[in-house]
């Protein structure tokens, strides 16, 4: 059943019915649809642009609709509609009859997809950020379980102590700042498009800041053509799905670099893993595999419609309706992705003793004994040459800079005393300067 027609003196073509369907991903936001109308067909009540009985038996009829749908009474095809508003005006004057043709009264399809998708963007971006700060979470309680001193590095070349908390830490951080985005994003879309029409508004006095309101707006958009034809609240929600897809990644492969037998820094969870089909003894981390290489498709979806959007004139143009091809499976990703990312880090086995095994190998302290040696009244540059030549001594006699007797260091530097041992262990070190912020 079709919104238009009466102009067309043939039928649609079969394929290009098909092609044009946008219910399979459109009736994902069936509610924020209904939603939209009920308001919108209480304002044309109120505005006695329909009467109030007209309006009183729309509202009643959606409010049926709706509930049929979330009780699983009335399933929504995949077909047989253009999308899902022509689905649910259909539905709605099958069983109130006429007064069900007044719904679309001063809308168009145009500013009705543009509140759907926007409503929509505002519950699933809270969603998203729900799954973040759970992530969050998990990370603080991994961390606080396991203060453990490990190597941190930089060129993926062991630089300098830290804990495995405070690793952790930096991710948490990065999730924040993802979420401060998805809050922003938010915001920014944060007007109603409602009322806008087909691309330059209505005759009728339709009442914009009373819709705008009620579906919880800030307030309506202002230009028409404008709100019909914009899509970057899309953009920008994929934009900051991508970037909490890299940081799910970085944090995907530094799982997967430690819990190779090369690190033996963690074990993840038997429930994460899988093995090989040939290989009996392996253990695969696929979770943070497939995590790491979901950016592929999240990244793809944000080019999508930005390549889209990009060379289409003012106001709507059907290439918009690829929209959902480009959200809908990215926000399935990331949300999995969230998801599996929590259950792996909450489950996983931290190996403390070749974490901090691992921090005696590779002079992770030589920044210390260089800040001791400042601290004993030599200029930086100096210190980090007597200490490169020290690191040199250790590397020829296969020993670690604490293991050097003082009779030793003494050669390199007058300055060095029996409490340079003290100063250059790695947990006391924890304890000087801003280093405290750090536990
Ligand atoms: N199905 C369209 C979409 O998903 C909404 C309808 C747009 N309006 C129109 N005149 N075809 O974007």
């Not at 069900?100 to 809308?107: C, D, S, Y």
């Not at 995590?291 to 944000?302: E, K, N, Q, T």
């Not at 959902?324 to 599996?340: G, Q, S, T, Y």
Request: net charge negative.
């Amino acid at each position: 059943m079709k919104l238009w027609g009466a102009r067309f003196s043939k039928e649609e073509d079969k394929k290009m019915q098909e092609f044009d369907n946008s219910l399979p991903l459109g009736k994902r936001y069936y509610r924020e649809d209904i939603e939209g109308s009920m308001v919108h067909a209480r304002m044309l009540g109120n505005c006695g642009i329909i009467t109030n009985e007209d309006s009183a038996a729309i509202q009643k009829g959606l409010s049926e609709l709706l509930d049929e749908i979330e009780t699983g009474l009335l399933i929504i095809p995949d077909t047989g509609y253009e999308d899902i508003h022509s689905f649910v005006e259909s539905k709605l004057t099958e069983r109130i009859g006429d007064a069900g043709k007044k719904l679309h009264t001063a809308r168009s399809r145009n500013d009705q997809v543009a509140l759907d998708t926007k409503l929509y963007c505002k519950k699933v971006g809270n969603q998203v950020i729900g799954e973040l700060e759970k992530l969050q979470q998990v990370l603080r309680a991994k961390g606080e379980a396991n203060p453990v001193i490990m190597p941190g590095y930089t060129h993926l070349q062991r630089a300098q102590a830290v804990t495995f908390k405070y690793h952790l830490n930096a991710y948490e951080e990065m999730f924040q700042r993802d979420c401060k985005r998805m809050v922003n994003s938010i915001d920014v879309l944060d007007e109603s498009p409602l009322g806008a029409g087909a691309l330059a508004g209505t005759t009728h006095n339709i009442d914009r800041e009373y819709t705008s309101k009620e579906l919880g707006f800030k307030n309506p958009q202002k230009n028409f053509m404008d709100a019909v034809s914009d899509r970057d609240y899309i953009m920008e929600m994929l934009s900051d799905f991508s970037i909490i897809m890299v940081h799910l990644s970085r944090l995907s492969e530094e799982l997967i670099l430690w819990c190779s037998k090369e690190f033996s820094f963690i074990q993840i969870d038997d429930a994460y893993s899988t093995g090989s089909s040939m290989m009996p003894q392996k253990k695969n981390p696929d979770a943070a595999e497939l995590i790491r290489g979901s950016a592929g498709p999240v990244f793809g979806s944000l080019m999508s419609i930005l390549t889209t959007m990009k060379g289409t004139p003012l106001t709507y143009v059907k290439d918009m309706q690829l929209d959902k091809i480009a959200f809908m499976p990215a926000l399935d990703r990331v949300l999995d992705c969230i998801e599996i990312m929590r259950g792996m880090i909450d489950t996983l086995v931290v190996n403390k003793e070749m974490m901090t095994k691992s921090v005696d190998k590779g002079f992770l302290n030589a920044t210390e004994l260089a800040d001791y040696l400042v601290s004993k009244g030599i200029s930086f540059r100096d210190a980090h040459s007597i200490v490169g030549k020290i690191v040199l001594y250790c590397e020829k006699n296969k020993i670690s800079i604490n293991e050097v007797p003082l009779s030793e260091f003494k050669k390199y530097s007058v300055s060095i005393d029996t409490d340079l041992y003290d100063y250059i262990d790695y947990k006391n070190s924890f304890k000087k300067g801003i280093k405290k912020e750090m536990l």
